[in-house]
């Protein structure tokens, strides 16, 4: 069953790979992670947040399920263009409660493909912009915390512990499998899932 990964969980720090073929396995896995991110009421998820090592997001910028024209699933995004900067509050699915001001590019030019294989060019603004960047870092094993300013990091310090904490206390309790297990899963699943898609 697929759920959200959560820090520090390895998935997260894995950089995905480009997917070379759409497939009904890669629609289904898509629309479950729409699902998941409306119901922990996010605006976006990667792939390596549910534990696929594939260059895919989704997003909804208005987060309202109901505006399914601002829904979308993008295969192998790519940062084009950033101009300007904005600095605003940024949480992760896959680290919740914990929100930061992040300083981000205030315009982005990203190019993707929808799932029909059609390349699209798209401009987005502030919040999207914050958003595209945010999505497509974590393609690349790339965090939000990692864009944290000092004191940004300061004030998160006991919250990431936390985290770190929880997670290898459920590791020890044999919840969470150890960390070698998960990155000889990932790379399993980097070979066996293109073919199957
Ligand atoms: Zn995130």
Known sequence: MMKILQYPHPSLRHPAKPLTAISERLRTAAAKMLELMYEHRGLG?????????????????TGDPEQKDQEGVYLNPVVLDKKGSQEGDEGC??????????????????????????????????LGARLWLHEIDHLHGVLYIDKFSDVAKLAARDQL?????????????????????????????????????
């Open 161 to 197: 512990r936390t985290f770190e904490y929880d997670y290898r206390k459920a590791q020890e309790k044999g919840e969470i499998p150890p960390d070698e297990e998960v990155e000889k899963e990932l790379r399993a699943a980097e070979d066996e899932f293109p073919p199957i898609l």
């Open 93 to 126: 699915l896959s680290f919740p409660g914990l929100f930061q001001k992040v300083r981000r590019a205030k315009t982005v030019r990203v190019q993707a493909y929808d799932l029909n294989g059609n390349a699209l060019e798209i401009t987005a603004n502030n």
């Open 45 to 61: 998820l990667a792939a390596p947040q549910v534990g696929l090592p594939y260059q895919f997001i989704v997003l909804n910028p």
